[in-house]
């Protein structure tokens, strides 16, 4: 790669394009008095040095980058129930400024570390000043719960490299589906939690 600020520009492009449109869906909701599915949004682009350490712990050829590495452009997306993650990626299925690729649901289906998020490949079209380019940018919705257990893995990941205690991994599990049983009780009391932000946004 000759120059990276040039070949990862693009993807930045579609991160701030696309953190745009979801926030203004957002906005929407609001406006109609709806519950809105969308809690916050956030966005980043791996660095030239992220990229190439996953290449390397992937064994993924340089010729294979744009395939083997589906997360150069990564957008997450909060909700604050679980129904909310399927409402939210229905409508991006739907929308046509942009073509899904692949689903991955790490809700129904949970990785053995207890990792749960819904993921979405995304091929995003991006006007540039030579004409359009299309770049994948791959989109987490997930739980403020399922992030914060996450978050926390992801830390843990850098000091054991993905090769855990076999302590520290039942604890993470047990975690994880402790962050999963409330989500499922905020799942079973939405309609009261709902109805209290209505009121409380009215003050």
């Known amino acids: 790669m000759d120059d990276w600020s040039v070949f990862l520009a693009p993807y930045g492009q579609a991160v ?3 953190k745009l449109k979801l926030k203004n869906i957002r906005k929407e909701f609001l406006a109609q008095n709806r519950h809105a599915p969308i809690e916050f949004v956030t966005g980043r682009v791996k660095t030239r040095e992220s990229i190439l350490e996953k290449m390397e712990i992937r064994k993924i050829n340089p010729e294979d980058m744009l395939i083997g590495v589906q997360d150069i ?3 997450r997306i909060m909700c604050q129930f679980v129904e909310d993650i399927y409402e939210v990626a229905e409508l991006l299925m739907n929308r046509n400024d ?3 690729l692949l689903i991955r649901d790490y809700i129904q289906n949970h ?10 490949v995304l091929e995003y079209p991006v006007q540039r000043a030579n004409g359009e380019m299309k770049v ?3 989109v987490q919705i997930r739980t403020l719960a399922m992030n914060f257990w996450a978050t926390i893995e992801h830390s843990l990941n850098y000091k054991y490299h993905n090769d855990y205690p076999e302590e520290i991994l039942r604890r993470l599990e047990r975690a994880s589906e402790a962050a999963f049983m409330l989500d499922e ?3 079973e009391i939405r309609d009261e939690i709902r109805e209290a932000i ?5 003050k």
């Not at 990785?111 to 979405?120: D, F, I, V």
């Not at 209505?198 to 009215?202: A, E, T, V």
């Open 111 to 120: 990785k053995p570390s207890g990792y749960r998020s819904y993921h979405m």
């Open 198 to 202: 209505r009121i409380f946004d009215k």
């Open 136 to 138: 994948i940018v791959e």
């Open 98 to 100: 942009f073509k899904v």
């Open 16 to 18: 701030e394009e696309l």
């Open 185 to 187: 009780e905020m799942s």
């Open 73 to 75: 452009a990564g957008i």
